[in-house]
């Protein structure tokens, strides 16, 4: 459980205020810089952080689901090193097609390609003596992969087009929410290159796994909000937290971070009560509970305005295709409907994993 008690402030104005900005000097306790946790589990990522914070120049792997707090623990790596002067430049491999993510990295020269007008510096050039934060590598494609071994073995880059070698000296992160083992089982990513970015690996657990940090999140988030839409300051009621601790967050800290954010700009009593949070959580990803045969649920929140027919089909669907792990002739069988049915729901409801998967036929 968590040591502290928001519930016993005074009513007094001028504490209000100094509660509403506590949360910077909870962090220097409970964290990593503005990282906060102190569950066992993220107490071990502290630790480990702080270590590789303090050596200048090790490759490090970040994993964990999404919004467990990749990015977050990557910036705090790079301002509590030596480093932190210097740049910290951040790339998508997910988001940037295989081409321009060749250049953005590594630049080019004029006359690389038709339209290379003047010669450009890629993101290891302009990240150099400081970091360069490569999140979701486990998108990028073998070609790539490759070039990104080499540039990481031998600390050097070629410019597209160019015609010489350029050195390079930075600290490269990788943050990935896909499991990589399993992806190089499939052939998906390169075992040379895990294994080279894998020197550190920090995994940043599930926040249904923290329970420790729940609570102090929740709070900090609370009185973040309150201070940064300049509300009067909320608690949370007991029922509240109950209800937090219960819930599985399946988008970790960012799902709660955004339901808190909601319900304190849409708040209209200082005290926050469960029916309030409810209403702000994702539907779709709701109390899923995949426990195996015969325990997996669906359960479906009725906010007080009802709720449309189409919008219980469109959520059952959906939770049904997570629950099998989007394999749709599993979902089409628990749902007693034939596949092409079960497409054409899919397709009217623009359903989509949240990772891209591979199709099982
Ligand atoms: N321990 C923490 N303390 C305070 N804020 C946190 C913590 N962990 C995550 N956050 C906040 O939660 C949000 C999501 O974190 P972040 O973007 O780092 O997740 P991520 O793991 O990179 O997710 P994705 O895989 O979807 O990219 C951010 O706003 C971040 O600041
Ligand atoms: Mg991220």
Redesign the pocket.
């Known amino acids: 459980m968590v040591p502290m008690d928001t519930e016993d402030t005074p009513p007094d104005k001028e504490d209000d205020m100094r509660a509403v900005n506590a949360p910077l000097s909870l ?1 220097d306790h409970f ?1 990593f810089g ?4 102190l569950s066992p589990a ?1 107490e071990r990522v502290f630790s480990l952080a702080r270590k590789i914070a303090a050596s200048n120049a090790t490759t490090v792997l ?1 994993t ?11 910036r705090e790596l790079h301002v509590n090193s030596a480093r932190r002067e210097q740049p910290f430049i951040e790339v998508n491999c997910s988001a940037i097609p295989e081409t321009l993510l060749e250049t953005e990295l590594f630049g080019y020269e004029q006359g690389a390609f038709t339209d290379a007008k003047g010669r450009r510096r890629g993101l290891f050039e302009l990240a150099t003596g400081g970091t360069l934060f490569l ?2 590598i486990g998108y990028m494609t073998a070609n790539l992969q490759v070039k990104l071994l080499k540039a990481i073995e031998e600390k050097r880059i070629h410019r597209v087009g160019g015609t010489h070698d350029l050195d390079v000296d930075i600290r490269i992160m990788a ?1 990935t ?1 896909r499991n990589l083992e399993q992806a190089m089982r499939k052939g998906l990513f390169r075992e040379d290159l895990f294994y080279r970015l894998n020197v550190i690996s920090i995994e ?1 657990p599930p926040l249904r796994e923290r329970e420790d ?1 729940i609570l102090l ?1 929740a709070r ?2 609370v009185n973040h909000f309150c201070a940064e839409h300049q509300k009067e300051r909320m608690v949370l009621s007991p029922r509240a937290e109950r209800f937090l601790m219960s819930h599985r967050w399946p988008g ?3 799902e709660m ?1 955004n339901a808190i954010e909601r319900v304190v700009v849409l708040g209209e009593s200082q005290i926050i009560n469960p029916e309030d949070i409810r209403i702000t959580v994702r539907h779709e990803t709701t109390l899923v509970q995949p426990h195996g045969p015969g325990k997996d649920r669906i359960v479906l929140p009725i906010p007080e305005t009802g709720i449309p027919y189409t919008e219980i089909e469109r959520q059952v669907f959906g939770q049904v295709l997570t629950i099998s792990g989007w394999n749709k002739s599993k979902a089409a069988r628990i749902l007693h409907i034939p596949r092409p049915r079960l497409l054409r729901k899919i397709a009217k409801y623009g359903l989509a994993p949240a990772i891209p998967v591979k199709d099982e036929e």
């Not at 503005?34 to 946790?37: E, K, L, P």
């Not at 964990?64 to 990557?74: I, M, N, P, V």
């Open positions: 962090s964290g503005t990282m906060i946790g993220m970040i964990g689901e999404t919004g467990t707090g990749k990015d977050l623990l990557a999140d979701e943050a929410n940043l940090d999140l900090h988030f970790n800290v960012r971070k």
